[in-house]
Nanobody
């Protein structure tokens, strides 16, 4: 399975974006997935996480304090896709966003998708 993040772009502060993470195969067996981001000169950090099994309709979610209340992570196993809805974006959200398992696996890091928030 490969994971491909998309949906990034340039947005003004206060705006919204929705990122998608499309898998080349089934993600049903991948219980723990997340969105990471890496700003220039900084380490890559986990910002949102969703834990979901094949037996649950909804996932357990958690967020970094910096995005709590503004970002929402979700996944659709039927579409093999994970999402990150980002609202009230701030310039400090500017980064390359990646999707991966939690913890991150070297097998799944792709090129990510760039989000740029202008002030």
């Amino acid at each position: 399975v490969q994971l491909q993040a998309s949906g990034g772009g340039l947005v003004q502060a206060g705006g919204s974006l929705r990122l998608s993470c499309a898998a080349s195969g089934s993600i049903v067996s991948i219980n723990d997935m997340g969105w990471y981001r890496q700003a220039p000169g900084k380490q890559r950090d986990l910002v949102a996480r969703i834990v979901m099994t094949a037996y649950t309709a909804y996932g357990y979610t958690s967020y970094a304090d910096s995005v709590k209340g503004r970002f929402t992570i979700s996944r659709d196993n039927a579409k093999n896709t994970m999402y990150l809805q980002m609202n009230s974006l701030k310039p400090e959200d500017t980064a390359v966003y990646y999707c991966n398992t939690v913890p991150g696996s070297g097998d799944y890091w792709g090129q990510g998708t760039l989000v740029t928030v202008s002030s």
